[in-house]
């Protein structure tokens, strides 16, 4: 058994798999359920780690010094049920079988619970076994009365202990409630409707940039997995150094995070460039559309960076194009732009330097506790 540790405990539920699988026939749910598990198990990301299944549920955990940002759980959390949903819609659409399992799938959702707190792990075979009262928490947070007391059916709910790990700022458009239990006492969530995200997510508009219109495109690979890699990508500690900027700012936060409509402001010196966020897809595409001065006016491009695993490593593409302004600005903007793939490149080993150093260091912080 390893020493004790600080970290956060997850559990993601399927909701309404006990009535699904009476009403089911036995050998078809049972295919439902695996298909609907791995969807689960795919979600769990780096540096989230799974420690076990439990029948319709999947527990992981992760230590406090594996995330740089609480949003990139949230967002790890929202992914996995855009994921299920979409999941879940497909096996509806292709359902050419007329049994009640397959007729009945679209009665399941999700639920997620997040816990922050001491635990401590013990290898069982192939899986490491959770103990300590917080784990137990957790599992009891399962038996609750989120949906009799607000209507909401899927859901994460957050304790107390989670919110100030993540940061007070994430619980905006959260509601708190107060659940109680005869073995562990009172205790607060903040609770999160999920179909909301899904009806937001769920059509994302996706930005392309043409060849044609693609002034700069460069890769690197970073010695980091992809979940990882978008956590500094999305930190501006980290961004400035592939902007090459002095330092960054996020501005029109959505509900305390970033989202599509918030903005980067990369400073150079006196020079402010407005990075404008059309598309927010956590650990896969982050697009953007830069507000440059330029001859004393402005000229706007699109900034594409796509994330891409191999391995345990990731391919980060840039595509810089899509120039919009005056035709004489645009001009000279397209000129400096086809000749700065160089600096691009510069740019991008150092923000590739920086990640991998503090990753590593990170990395012994955590075998460390």
Not at 2 to 23: C, E, K, R
Not at 127 to 149: C, M, P, S, W, Y
Not at 272 to 289: A, G, H, N, Y
Request: proline share 4%; aromatic share 8%; charged share 25%.
């Amino acid at each position: 058994m390893t020493d004790s540790q600080h970290g956060f405990l997850l559990m993601a539920d399927i909701s309404g798999y006990s009535v699904f699988l009476n009403q089911s026939e036995l050998e078809h749910a049972r295919d439902t359920l695996a298909s609907l598990i791995e969807v689960l198990v795919d979600g769990t990301r780096p540096p989230l780690v799974v420690s076990k299944l439990e029948g319709d549920a999947v527990l992981s955990y992760s230590p406090d010094a594996a995330f740089l940002k609480g949003q990139t759980l949230i967002d790890m959390i929202e992914s996995t049920y855009v994921a299920f949903r979409r999941a879940i819609n497909l096996m509806v659409i292709n359902n050419s079988c007329g049994c009640q399992a397959c007729t009945n799938v679209s009665t399941l959702d999700l639920k997620f619970f997040v816990n922050h707190g001491v635990f401590a792990i013990q290898q069982i075979g192939d899986h490491q076994e959770l103990f300590g009262n917080d784990v137990v928490v957790t599992h009891r947070l399962l038996k609750n009365t989120i949906t009799a007391d607000t209507g909401i059916k899927a859901y994460t709910a957050y304790t107390e202990t989670a919110m100030t790990a993540l940061g007070d700022e994430m619980k905006q458009g959260m509601a708190p409630l107060q659940l109680s239990y005869d073995d562990v006492g009172e205790i607060v969530v903040w609770v999160e409707d999920m179909h909301p995200v899904w009806e937001s997510k769920k059509d994302d508009p996706i930005v392309e940039l043409s060849p044609d219109d693609t002034l700069v495109s460069a890769s690197l690979v970073i010695d980091a997995p992809r979940e990882v890699v978008w956590d500094y990508l999305s930190d501006v500690r980290f961004r400035k150094t592939l902007n090459g900027s002095d330092r960054q700012e996020v501005v029109d936060l959505i509900q305390g995070r970033i989202d599509r409509g918030s903005t980067f402001q990369c400073y150079h010196g006196d020079r402010v460039v407005s990075q404008l966020i059309l598309e927010w897809r956590p650990f896969e595409r982050l697009v953007t559309r830069d507000r440059i001065p330029n001859m004393g006016g402005v000229v706007q491009v699109v900034n594409v960076i796509e994330l891409e695993p191999d391995g345990p490593r990731t391919i980060v593409t840039f595509k810089v194009g899509g120039l919009t302004g005056p035709a004489v600005r645009r001009r000279l903007a397209a000129m400096v732009l086809s000749r700065m793939r160089e600096q691009f490149l510069r740019d991008g080993d150092r923000f590739k330097e920086h990640v991998e150093a503090d990753f590593g260091a990170r990395a012994i912080e955590v075998a460390r506790t």
